[in-house]
């Protein structure tokens, strides 16, 4: 571990700045613009694959569908697990102990190694066996297997990319993942249609080079995120001209192997901050399995019209899961500054920008739902009930900002266990049910299931700003 210059060393560029301090707003957009990027090509990689397997027929968009649910599954556990890593390290780095910092990301690699092993040993025994769980039709879940099998064993790529990535976020670099995003998943979307349809010297793998290009397309993450880590080095960009020009520069911290040993306090501190939010995302996922269980029954044209939706509010939340992210560090640096009421502030900001984004992307929904479809496929039943279920959604994007953000702030303070019992609720007493006596005892049929969503994000959304505004969050102890 090797502690980095003070906030505002030249060396290291802007990437060294102490987010502590100077304009809220500025902070947040500085922040959050890479992360939107970031997100957002994370998000991409799927939508492409999406478009590529589109043409492989309604059975493949709906394998590739649920296997992609799973998949969340997966990033939704570690993700919330890699939350404890982030609030603590954002707390010690807004204390000014960056030596901490480095010994909590050091603990963070053993997690992100068991995590991977045990998820390799589920993709070996039971793909079949979890999609056989939502009683699709039988080449619905041959295709989904294939996919979701190759997902699962390269888990490594994306647990250790995952890990990476928080940490750089968390100690106030957001330019060096993007960076490194922008430079795998064009490789990714360059690599696809390769893979899925044997072009050149490629064999013809259909929906498991899907699989396969997102492994590759990871490995190569986690390649370029751990050497960022372990050299100390960071990217920032520089206006020279016209155009702003990538630099490299030192970032507050460096990652060694040496002295590690294993700690298992911190790692227990990480996992009762973190388990709360693995479970709220798992519960997010699993709702999602449920909710395509309900809507089988309906159809295979149902069920892709599902899927595109839940690709088209990938892209959607980006924006909004980047500005809430944004908030958590801010809130884990300036309570560990000893400013809360500068934290709560930042929280406020990043929702009143995310709303001005929803509502514009929610009216350009309206006017243009079933164009978008056809991005994905073109038949015509397909097109019409996906622009009903968009237009019908836009009803709950309405309250996403103060869903995304509060909860991401919540997480960034480390108050992660009132999320997940508002998750719980949201989930399980709300949308669920709905979901389930919607379609059979009233006459909307299929549309009950997404009407039961919206009545679930309007129901996070007031549970996490009620909660936001006891202010217990403030005193929350790490």
């Known amino acids: 571990m090797e502690e980095r210059g003070l906030p ?25 613009w890479p992360m939107v990027i970031s997100n957002s090509l994370m998000m991409l990689g799927p939508t492409i694959d999406m478009i590529w397997v589109g043409k492989l027929g309604s059975a493949s968009i709906a394998g590739v569908g649920v296997a992609g649910i799973a998949t969340q599954l997966v990033m939704g556990a570690m993700m919330g697990l890699i939350m404890g890593m982030r609030a603590l390290i954002a707390r010690f780095i807004g204390s ?251 929280v406020w900001m990043a929702g009143a920008l995310v709303g001005v984004m929803i509502v514009v992307c929610s009216v350009a929904i309206l006017l243009f739902a079933e164009n978008i479809a056809r991005i994905f496929n073109q038949e015509a039943g397909l097109v019409e009930q996906a622009g009903i279920f968009m237009r019908i959604a836009v009803v709950g994007y309405l309250a996403l900002p103060l869903m995304v953000v509060f909860m991401s702030a919540l997480s960034g303070a480390g108050d992660t266990l009132p999320p997940m019992i508002i998750s719980t609720i949201t989930v399980w007493v709300i949308q669920l049910p709905m979901a389930y006596f919607l379609p059979m005892y009233t006459d909307i049929g299929v549309y009950g299931v997404r009407w039961a969503i919206v009545a679930g994000m309007v129901t996070g959304a007031i549970g996490y700003t009620a909660y936001f505004r006891t202010g217990r969050w403030k005193r929350k102890k790490l």
């Open 8 to 32: 505002g060393d030249r060396r290291g560029g802007p990437l060294m700045r102490d987010w502590t301090q100077g304009s809220i707003v500025g902070n947040l957009l500085r922040l959050s």
């Open 96 to 346: 000014g102990d960056v030596r901490s910092a480095n010994h909590v990301a050091q603990q963070a690699l053993v997690i992100s190694g068991a995590f991977a092993i045990l998820m390799a040993a589920v993709g070996v025994f039971l793909t079949e066996e979890i999609l056989g769980l939502v009683g699709l039709e039988a080449d619905v879940v041959v295709a989904g297997s294939a996919y979701l099998r190759i997902m699962f064993i390269g888990t490594a790529a994306i647990s250790f990319r995952i890990m990476a990535e928080g940490t750089m976020q968390a100690s106030g670099d957001t330019v060096t993942p993007m960076s490194i995003s922008v430079i795998f998943r064009l490789f990714h979307i360059a690599l696809c249609p390769f893979l899925i349809f044997g072009w050149w010297i490629f064999p013809e793998m259909g929906v498991e080079g899907a699989a396969m290009t997102n492994v590759i397309s990871q490995s190569l993450g986690v390649a370029l995120g751990m050497c960022c880590l372990f050299t100390g080095r960071s990217i920032h960009f520089e206006k020279t001209g016209l155009l702003p020009v990538p630099r490299l520069g030192l970032s507050r911290m460096r990652l060694t192997l040496r002295n590690f040993k294993l700690d298992l306090n911190i790692i227990g501190r990480v996992a009762r901050i973190g388990t709360p939010a693995m479970v709220s995302g798992m519960e997010r996922t699993f709702s999602h399995f449920f909710l395509m269980y309900f809507m089988a029954p309906f159809g295979t044209a149902a069920v892709a019209a599902h899927t595109i939706i839940q690709r088209v509010e990938m892209v959607l939340f980006m924006p909004g899961m980047a500005f809430g992210n944004a908030a958590g560090v801010l809130v884990g640096q300036n309570l560990g500054a000893g400013q809360p009421q500068r934290a709560e502030r930042s």
